[in-house]
């Protein structure tokens, strides 16, 4: 056994790239040995920007030898009665080159089959991977591909050389019009220094000699030792940022740092626009003094040593100094205009086309904003003026020379705002609110920590879904240009810790919002709405299935709370504590003989307490027609069953009120035997057609009760399959 490497050299590739690249070379790799019988130790494989490395360690010298059996007709219909061998027997030996006598009788799980054994002849491992190789770097995809030579390959950028050897022995091949060998190179295009590996076992060892990091997880350790060293010898601080070290990672092989400096009057500017300055284009990382400030210097990398190391910082610190000139240029115009000069102008800003102004939108959050504040599902009521105020500022900042064209300062949206608040005398919830508006902006981000933040990220998430869907702009399988998906995420996640937000009431008055304005008309409307409706619940069904919840406990929550995601997240937990209990199970198995004995307009959701109470108590009508007369049940179980419910709905109402939804299941499992009970006794579907309508009346009006919770329909019982 010996190590095999593959190391494949291009121009610079992406640093986004590299990742997947270096996955995706693995998997590969593994998956084809494996198809191919060839055992090895374990799969290493790392990437630089200019070359992708799979080193495979103890890479056996050729495949498992193997027995294959090959199996015909079945003995029984393989001879007659005296032996001799059938039309079938014979035509099955023939097609393998073989006769009757060859063959012999071999026992299956089916039974006992004329057949054969055949030994695969073992290959050696060189000559499988000559062959395999080119495959495994076709089957490499990126975002963007360059075609460059006359063979039409397409690869991540121009491939120039490949090192592929087993053991000491190079592995001949030739992809991309490009020979495999054993010579390595530094960056050929720039310096033709040539490195000759002699081994693969010694690959690795050879490439750090020549000052090349080929680990990935190396350089970036050595990349945050620089940082770190650089800051102390200063007595300050590095600002890490994880997403920047990784970035810094697949864009250089021999990382050296040096220390720049900025002038110290762009330390007026915003900490984030300063960062964002330095990191957007420029990767570079800021630093901290002892009271936490930013200070004018930063930490930036070169490819190896340079030559002229003051010229490089020179040349770094004179690119920064025009792009945060810029920015104070913006800073100093936008605060000229102050936040209620941005927030005039949003009227000759397009929210989205069809749907109005920036202006028109501003409304629709007033408008939500107030509903929500008069709602008793987030946190605690503010005052209207406040509402009011930060429905006009909260997009302001899209129309600041700062924020407006695409600029790199864009992605401060909100941020920008709040600074510009903050600096024109705004109320301090006003600035949080307008800051925090856009949280989460990932999944790892924070959520909203103020009432009035709250509101006005729910607002303006709602208004930007229901508004995109008016206008036609529905996610797709291959498509959601406005992330709304990303943007609904976040909503629930938002609406998770307000567990009472009524959602489908914020569809309706989104989209009404968008009818009040002339932007939208009424059956346009009536349409979307049913979308959004179904948007959502898929968006609730991914949402708890990402928390790890079965999908049949999800399916059965979903179809009756996905208004209230938070909720749904509760019931979620109290139905997966109870899996497995027998009481519980059976519940489910009740609730089902339920279900099966109603049709599809008998099973009613969401039904409120009042009406069950009155649908039970004073035998008024739950929905339509369904109503039923306890003068008119005749079998004693059918007391029984009325009698556990009747006694138990306040009870249930009670803790459901509460918010204690253990407590409501364990009340609902209690239901379980009577239910059982009843089913035994009771023929629902009999003859007399008034009282088989009075039976279906009233389990329906004992299935709304349940399904006020989840449709445990939907539920398997323990041990059963929970496959969609």
């Not at 021999?254 to 915003?270: C, I, M, Q, R, T």
Request: hydrophobic content about 40%.
């Amino acid at each position: 056994m010996r190590d095999f490497l593959l190391e494949i050299g291009c121009e610079d590739i992406p640093a986004s790239y590299v990742p997947p690249a270096v996955s995706q070379l693995k998997g590969e790799a593994a998956k084809r040995l494996k198809e191919l019988r060839v055992d090895y130790g374990d799969i290493y494989a790392t990437g630089t920007p200019r070359r992708l490395v799979l080193i495979i360690k103890g890479l056996a010298a050729a495949q498992k030898s193997e027995v294959d059996v090959i199996t015909g007709p079945p003995v029984s219909k393989s001879f007659s009665e005296d032996g001799t061998p059938t039309k079938a027997a014979i035509g099955f030996a023939k097609s393998h080159g073989l006769r009757v006598d060859d063959l012999e009788k071999i026992q299956t799980e089916r039974g006992q089959y004329l057949g054969f054994k055949k030994r695969q002849r073992s290959q050696r491992t060189q000559s499988l991977l000559k062959r395999e190789i080119p495959g495994v770097l076709a089957s490499l995809k990126f975002p963007k591909t360059m075609r460059w030579e006359e063979g039409g390959t397409k690869f991540a950028r121009p491939i120039r050389w490949i090192v592929c050897l087993y053991g000491d022995s190079p592995v001949r091949f030739d992809f991309a019009g490009v020979k495999s060998g054993s010579v390595s190179f530094y960056v050929p295009w720039i310096s033709p220094a040539k490195i000759r590996i002699r081994s693969s076992e010694r690959y690795l060892e050879t490439m750090t000699k020549k000052g090349i990091i080929v680990d990935q997880n190396e350089r970036e350790t050595r990349i945050k030792q620089l940082c770190g060293r650089a800051a102390k010898r200063l007595g300050l601080t590095i600002i890490e940022d994880p997403g920047l070290f990784k970035e810094l990672t697949f864009m250089l092989e021999n990382p050296h740092a040096f220390v720049g400096d900025f002038p110290e009057k762009y330390l007026s500017l915003p900490p984030e626009v300063v960062i964002t300055a330095m990191k957007t284009h420029q990767r570079y990382l800021a630093l901290r003094g002892k009271r936490k400030a930013l200070v004018p210097k930063f930490v930036a990398f070169t490819e190896g040593k340079p030559q002229n190391p003051l010229g490089v910082k020179k040349g770094n610190e004179r690119v920064l100094g025009a792009r945060l000139e810029d920015a104070y240029f913006y800073w100093q115009e936008d605060l000229k205009r102050g936040i209620d000069g941005l927030s005039s102008m949003l009227e000759s800003i397009v929210f989205i086309e069809k749907l109005g102004t920036l202006k028109d939108k501003a409304a629709r959050l007033e408008s939500l904003m107030l509903f929500l504040n008069g709602t008793s599902g987030v946190a605690r009521p503010v005052p209207e003026r406040g509402i009011k105020r930060v429905a006009i500022l909260a997009k302001a900042d899209l129309a600041s020379e700062m924020v407006k064209d695409g600029k790199e300062f864009t992605l401060l949206e909100g941020l920008i705002g709040s600074h510009y608040a903050s600096a024109s005398g705004e109320d301090d919830q006003i600035v949080s609110a307008i800051r925090e508006q856009y949280n989460p902006r990932s999944p790892a981000d924070a959520l909203p920590e103020s009432p009035l933040g709250t509101y006005l990220t729910i607002a303006d998430r709602i208004d930007t879904v229901c508004g995109c869907f008016l206008s036609g702009l529905v996610p797709t399988g291959s498509g959601d240009p406005y992330g709304l998906r990303r943007l609904s995420n976040g909503l629930l996640r938002v609406i998770e810790q307000n567990p009472l937000v009524p959602l489908d009431e914020l569809i309706d008055r989104a989209v009404s919002s968008y009818v009040a304005q002339g932007l939208t008309d009424g059956q346009s409307a009536q349409e979307t709405t049913a979308l959004l409706r179904e948007f959502f619940t898929t968006r609730c069904d991914a949402f708890l299935s990402e928390k790890g919840f079965p999908y049949d406990i999800v399916r059965a929550v979903t179809r009756v709370a996905w208004p209230f995601p938070g909720k749904a997240v509760e019931r979620c937990h109290g139905i997966e504590k109870l899996r497995g209990n027998e009481a519980f199970e059976r519940l489910i198995i009740g609730v089902k003989r339920v279900g099966n004995i109603l049709g599809a307009d008998d099973k009613i959701y969401g039904v409120d307490w009042e009406t069950l109470e009155k649908a039970f108590f004073s035998f008024e009508p739950l929905y339509g027609d369904i109503r039923f007369d306890t003068g008119l049940f005749e079998e004693s179980m059918e007391r029984l069953l009325y009698d556990a419910v009747s006694e138990k709905i306040s009870k249930i109402a009670a803790s459901d009120r509460k918010g204690d939804f253990d407590g409501v299941l364990k009340l609902l499992s209690e239901l379980g035997p009577p239910i059982d009970a009843y089913f035994d006794a009771v023929l629902v579907n009999c003859e007399n057609p008034a009282i088989r309508i009075n039976r279906i009346h009233f389990l329906a009006c004992t299935f709304a009760i349940f399904s006020r919770f989840a449709d445990f329909s939907c539920i398997v019982e323990e041990g059963a399959s929970t496959t969609q």
